[in-house]
C-alpha cells in the first residue's frame, strides 16, 4: 500500500492538467522566449499568459510579477535587493518566518542595518504591540509572513501593512505557504512585495514570482542578460513558468472547494489528536484549512514521524528543509513553546489526495504508536 | 518535403530529449516529494533521485559529485561563482580578469563587483575570437583574485584554451572559473585533469530542460564562496532553495546521454556544419566569424556583406537562427562579440548564427542553403551597396550623408 | 519584430526596384543614410519636362520597413510635380505603413531621399524648373 501522503506544505503532486500544460513545452515549443524567430515567440507568448494567470489569481497586475527560481530566490531578492537600494536602517521580521527570510535579514547586520524580531503570541499570531514598539524606531523594511510553514497560523498582514506603511517602511510578506490554501490578494493586503511558489500548489518545483509595487528599486542579485525586465536574468524555465500559471489559475477557482473539503478532515484531526493528548500548536489563532501541527508530551517527535512513516503516513517534523536537523523548531520556541515540547512537533498538511478514511486511519495508527513508544519509555524507565 | 521554420538555433536552446522527458515525468507525478523532506519515502526517494543526477553531472565533466551544485542554471551559476569567490577572497586582493566576448552573465557580473569596489580587466581577444595566452598572462597581476573565460562562445563557437590559462593561473593561487554552459556535449571535459576551480553547467543547452544548472566548486584545492542566496542551508549551504527534482534528474539524464553519445554527435553535426558552410561558400563576400580549428563542430556563424541584418532574418525567416546572441536579439545592437573581434558594425548587423544540433537533418541544410542563396541573391538585388561594390567602389571611401 | 501587413506587401514585393540607364534624361539620384546605421536608400527620379515625376526607382539597403517605406514613395511620387513630391511628409509614410515607433527613422529617410532626388535634379536643371514652375 502506498504511503498516505500528509506533508503538502513541504510539497504537493503536480495536479494532472498542471502537467498536460507543461508537456508541450518540453519537445514541441522549447524554444527560447529572447530569440525573435518563430520558436522564441511561442515560448514568449506562454511566459507572458502564465504571467497574466499568475497576476490574475492574486489581483495584481501582470507587470508586477517577476518570475524567479523559487520561494527562497524571491525572498533572497526582495530583502537583499531592496536592501541595497536604501540606506541602513532598521528591518522588522516576525520571529517565525522561513530561513529565507531570516538569514538574508541577518546578513544586512554586516552592512550597518539593525534586526528587529517581532514577537508572536503562545497561539504564533504577530504581537501587533511589538510591532508598534518597533516602528517607532525609523523602519525601512518590514517583513511577515502571509502564513506558517509549520503551524499554519495566518497573520494579518493588511493591518501590518498599515502600520508599516504609515511609518514609512517597505512592507513584503511570503506568500508562499498561503497561495491556494486561502485567499491571497496582493492589492487588498497592501503590500509592496509578496513571493509565491509553484510547488506549494500542485505546480513544478524550481519556479516562483515575486510581485511588485512597480514604485519598488529592487537591485537585481542574478545579472547578464536583463530577462525579467532586468530583475532578474537567464533563461525563463518555460515549461515551469507554464505550469505555474496553470497551477495559480487552477487554485484560485478551486479556493473555496479546497477549504471545504480540508477544513473538516483537520477538524476531526485536531479533534483526535487532543483526545490523545497532543497540544495542537495555533490552536485559537487564524489557521490555514489544511495544517495540523502538534506535540505528544514525553514522545519524540522525529521517532514519531519515523514510526508513523513505517506505518504508512508521511507526515513532517518541522519545516522540511530543517528537518534533517534534530533540534526543535525556532517557530514554536518564538511561541514560548517549552524546548521539551517543540521537540515532539509533528506537522500534518493534507491536500487534494487525503480523505477523512486516511484521517480516522491515521489517528488509529497514531493512537498505536503513542501507545508502543509509551511502554517502551516504561521499560526503559 | 521539410517541414518549417527549421530549427538551426541550438545553442540559444535545444528540445529536450525524448529519453530526458520519459526520465523526468514520474518526478513530476508519482515521485513528487520534496528532496529535504528527511521523514517519509517520498523525500527520500527524491534525494535518492537528485544523487544520481549528481554523480551523472559529475561523469561528464570527470568530477566528484560533491563538487555538483545545483542552481537555476548557467546564469545563476556564473553569478555565484564571480561574486561568490570574489567576495570570499578579497582579502587577498580585488583584481577579476575576463574577456570581452563573455556571456552578459559573466560581464554584468563582473561589472557589479566594479560598482562594488573591484577593478576589472576584460580581455580583448585575437580576430579569430580566441585569446592570446601571452596577452593573458601580462593582465594578471599580484591582485588578481578570480579569472573567468568561457570554454566555448556562445556566438562564434570558439574553444578557448582553458587548460594552458588554468595552469597559470594556479601557479599564481588565483581562482580560475570556466563559463562551460555551450561546451558540454561537445567538448571533452575532463576536470580531473584541467586545473579549473569552477565551472558554470546549463542543462537547457545540452537537451535537457530550462530553469537547471550546476556549479562545479573544486574540493581539491579546496575553493571557497560566498553564498548568495540563504535559506534552508541546501546544497551544503553553498545554495538554498527546493530542490527541483524533475529537472535535475532531467539535467542527469542529459548529461549522461552527451556523455555516451558525444563522439557520435559530433561527427552528425560537424558534417551538416561542414556541408552547410561547402553551400554558402558558394556566395560572393561571405565571411565567417571566429576561427574555423578551434570550434565546436555544430557552430557556424557568417557575415554577409551588402545586405542589412533585420532584412536578412525576415527574408529567411523559414529558419530560426539568431543575429548575435539570443539574450541580446530583442535590441538591434550590433552584437558586442562580433564587435570585439574588430568586425564593423555592418559585419555584425547581417551575421548569422547557424547553430546545428541532435534533430537536423541534411534535408534541412540543403533547403538553408537554397533559401539563404536565394534570399541574399534577391537583397543583393535591392542593395545600392552592392552595386557599387559591383562597379569597383571602395565604400569605405564614400562619404556618407549625415543621418 | 512583428510587420504590418503593408510593409509585409512591400517588402515581398517591391515596387519599382531598380536604377534608370546613365543616358536617361531628366534622371536626379538621392541616396541618404549610411551602412553604419543600418540603412541606406537610392532613391532616383525621372522628371519630364513639364517638371512632372514620370518615372522612380529605388535600391535600398535595410530593414523591412526601410525598403517599404522606398517602395512606397515611388508609387507615391510618380505623377508629382517636384513640389507636389516634396510636401510628402514622413507622418504619411508612417501612417500608410502603420510603423512602429522604434521604425519611424526609415519614413524621415525615405521623406530624406525625396529631398536629396529633389535638390539633385535642380541642381542639374535648375534653370528648366523654374520655368516650369512659373508656367504651371
Redesign the interface.
Given at each position: 500500500m502506498s504511503?498516505a501522503?500528509f506533508?503538502h506544505n513541504?510539497?504537493?503532486?503536480?495536479d494532472?492538467r498542471v502537467?498536460a500544460a507543461?508537456?508541450p513545452y518540453?519537445?514541441?515549443h522549447?524554444?527560447?522566449p529572447?530569440?525573435?524567430?518563430?520558436?522564441?515567440r511561442e515560448a514568449r507568448r506562454a511566459v507572458d499568459a502564465a504571467r497574466e494567470q499568475v497576476a490574475h489569481a492574486i489581483g495584481a497586475y501582470p507587470t508586477q510579477v517577476s518570475f524567479v527560481?523559487?520561494?527562497?530566490?524571491g525572498?533572497?531578492l526582495l530583502i537583499r535587493g531592496a536592501a541595497a537600494r536604501l540606506k541602513p536602517g532598521q528591518i522588522a521580521v516576525s520571529a517565525v518566518e522561513?530561513?529565507?527570510v531570516t538569514?538574508?535579514a541577518q546578513?544586512l547586520l554586516e552592512q550597518g542595518w539593525r534586526l528587529r524580531k517581532l514577537t508572536v503570541d503562545r497561539t504564533g499570531r504577530l504581537d501587533m504591540a511589538d510591532l508598534d514598539d518597533a516602528l517607532r524606531e525609523p523602519t525601512r523594511l518590514v517583513s511577515v509572513m502571509l502564513a506558517n510553514n509549520e503551524t499554519g497560523v495566518v497573520q494579518d498582514v493588511a493591518a501590518v501593512a498599515e502600520k508599516a506603511r504609515g511609518a514609512g517602511a517597505l512592507v513584503h510578506t511570503d506568500a508562499v505557504q498561503a497561495l491556494g490554501k486561502m485567499a491571497v490578494g496582493f492589492a487588498d493586503l497592501n503590500v509592496h512585495a509578496m513571493t509565491l511558489?509553484a510547488?506549494k500548489v500542485y505546480g513544478?518545483?524550481?519556479?516562483g514570482a515575486l510581485v511588485l509595487d512597480k514604485r519598488l528599486d529592487i537591485k537585481p542579485?542574478?545579472?547578464?542578460?536583463?530577462?525579467e525586465r532586468g530583475l532578474r536574468?537567464?533563461?525563463?524555465?518555460?515549461?515551469?513558468i507554464v505550469g505555474f500559471g496553470a497551477a495559480c489559475e487552477l487554485a484560485a477557482r478551486r479556493l473555496e472547494e479546497f477549504a471545504a473539503q480540508a477544513r473538516p478532515m483537520r477538524e476531526r484531526l485536531d479533534q483526535g489528536l487532543r483526545e490523545l493528548g497532543a497540544t495542537v500548536f495555533g490552536d485559537g489563532a487564524r489557521r490555514l484549512p489544511n495544517t495540523s501541527y502538534f506535540a505528544v508530551p514525553g514522545i519524540d517527535g522525529?521517532t514519531l514521524?519515523?514510526a508513523l512513516?513505517r506505518a504508512g503516513f508521511?507526515?513532517?517534523?518541522g519545516?522540511?528543509?530543517?528537518?534533517?536537523a534534530a533540534e526543535a523548531s525556532p517557530v514554536l520556541l518564538a511561541m514560548g513553546v517549552e524546548r521539551e515540547l517543540a521537540r515532539g512537533a509533528v506537522r500534518v498538511s493534507l491536500g487534494w489526495s487525503n480523505g477523512m478514511g486516511q484521517v480516522e486511519q491515521f489517528l488509529l495508527a497514531l493512537r498505536n504508536e503513542i501507545l508502543k513508544l509509551k511502554k517502551m519509555a516504561a521499560v526503559a524507565a | 518535403m521539410v517541414k518549417t521554420p527549421i530549427y538551426l538555433d541550438y545553442s540559444a536552446t535545444t528540445p529536450v530529449d525524448p529519453r530526458v522527458a520519459e526520465q523526468m515525468i514520474p518526478y513530476l507525478t508519482e515521485k513528487f516529494g520534496n528532496p529535504a523532506s528527511r521523514s517519509h519515502e517520498f523525500g527520500w526517494d527524491a534525494e535518492k533521485a537528485v544523487e544520481e543526477a549528481r554523480e551523472q553531472v559529475a561523469a561528464l565533466v570527470n568530477a566528484d559529485p560533491k563538487e555538483i551544485v545545483w542552481t537555476s542554471g548557467a546564469t545563476e551559476s556564473n553569478n555565484l561563482a564571480i561574486k561568490g569567490a570574489a567576495h570570499f577572497y578579497q582579502g587577498k586582493g580585488k583584481h577579476i580578469v575576463t574577456v570581452m566576448t563573455e556571456h552578459k552573465a559573466v560581464l554584468d557580473t563582473v561589472r557589479h563587483l566594479e560598482s562594488e569596489g573591484f577593478e576589472a580587466t576584460y580581455l580583448k581577444p585575437e580576430p579569430n575570437g580566441l585569446v592570446d595566452i601571452d596577452q593573458f598572462t601580462a593582465a594578471l597581476r599580484p591582485d588578481t583574485i578570480v579569472v573567468s573565460v568561457m570554454l566555448v562562445n556562445n556566438e562564434i563557437g570558439v574553444v578557448q584554451d582553458i587548460a594552458a590559462m588554468g595552469e597559470i593561473c594556479r601557479a599564481r593561487g588565483i581562482i580560475f572559473h570556466v563559463d562551460a554552459a555551450q561546451a558540454t556535449g561537445k567538448v571533452a571535459i575532463d576536470l580531473s585533469k584541467l586545473k579549473v576551480d569552477l565551472m558554470s553547467f546549463s542543462a537547457h543547452k545540452t537537451y535537457g530542460p530550462k530553469g537547471i544548472g550546476a556549479l562545479y566548486v573544486r574540493r581539491k584545492p579546496r575553493v571557497r564562496l560566498e553564498a548568495q542566496m540563504h535559506g534552508g542551508g541546501h546544497e551544503r549551504g553553498m545554495r538554498s532553495g527546493t530542490l527541483a527534482t524533475h529537472q535535475i534528474v532531467g539535467m542527469g539524464e542529459a548529461f549522461r546521454i552527451a556523455r555516451e553519445e558525444m563522439a557520435a554527435e559530433n561527427e552528425h553535426v560537424r558534417a551538416l556544419r561542414d556541408r552547410l558552410y561547402a553551400g554558402l561558400s558558394q556566395i560572393e563576400e561571405v565571411h565567417v566569424n571566429g576561427d574555423m580549428e578551434n570550434r565546436v563542430p555544430h557552430n557556424l556563424n557568417i557575415s554577409f556583406s551588402f545586405v542589412e541584418g533585420e532584412s536578412l532574418i525576415m527574408a529567411i525567416r523559414d529558419l530560426a537562427v539568431s543575429s548575435g546572441s539570443a539574450c541580446t536579439s530583442a535590441s538591434l545592437e550590433p552584437s558586442y562579440v562580433l564587435r570585439a573581434l574588430g568586425r564593423s558594425d555592418e559585419l555584425a548587423h547581417s551575421s548569422i548564427r547557424f547553430t546545428i544540433g541532435r534533430f537536423t537533418t541534411e534535408a534541412e541544410i540543403d533547403y538553408a542553403i537554397d533559401l539563404v542563396k536565394a534570399k541574399i541573391g534577391r537583397l543583393r538585388e535591392l542593395s545600392p551597396l552592392w552595386d557599387m561594390f559591383k562597379e569597383g567602389i571602395d565604400l569605405s571611401t564614400v562619404k556618407w550623408a549625415a543621418h | 519584430m512583428s510587420y504590418s501587413t503593408k510593409v509585409l506587401d512591400h517588402y515581398e514585393n517591391p515596387r519599382n526596384v531598380g536604377t534608370f540607364g546613365s543616358e536617361d534624361e531628366g534622371v536626379a539620384t538621392g541616396m541618404v543614410g549610411a551602412p553604419a546605421c543600418g540603412d541606406v536608400m537610392k532613391l532616383q527620379i525621372k522628371v519630364n519636362k513639364d517638371g512632372v515625376i514620370e518615372d522612380a526607382k529605388f535600391k535600398t539597403y535595410g530593414c523591412g520597413s526601410a525598403i517599404a517605406s522606398s517602395s512606397l514613395v515611388t508609387e507615391w511620387v510618380k505623377g508629382k510635380t517636384l513640389d507636389e513630391a516634396l510636401s510628402i511628409k514622413n507622418t504619411q509614410i508612417a501612417e500608410e505603413l502603420a510603423l512602429p515607433p522604434v521604425k519611424i527613422h526609415c519614413s524621415v529617410l525615405a521623406e530624406d531621399a525625396i529631398k536629396a532626388a529633389v535638390a539633385d535634379y535642380k541642381a542639374k536643371h535648375g534653370a528648366m524648373v523654374e520655368t516650369a514652375a512659373c508656367k504651371g
Open positions: 504511503p501522503y506533508d513541504a510539497t504537493t503532486p503536480l494532472e502537467l507543461m508537456l518540453f519537445r514541441e522549447y524554444g527560447n529572447s530569440s525573435r524567430h518563430a520558436f522564441g527560481s523559487g520561494g527562497t530566490e525572498n533572497n522561513h530561513p529565507c538569514k538574508p546578513e511558489s510547488h513544478p518545483k524550481g519556479i542579485q542574478i545579472t547578464g542578460g536583463g530577462h536574468a537567464g533563461t525563463e524555465n518555460v515549461a515551469a522525529e514521524v519515523m512513516d508521511a507526515v513532517a517534523s519545516a522540511a528543509c530543517s528537518s534533517g | - | -
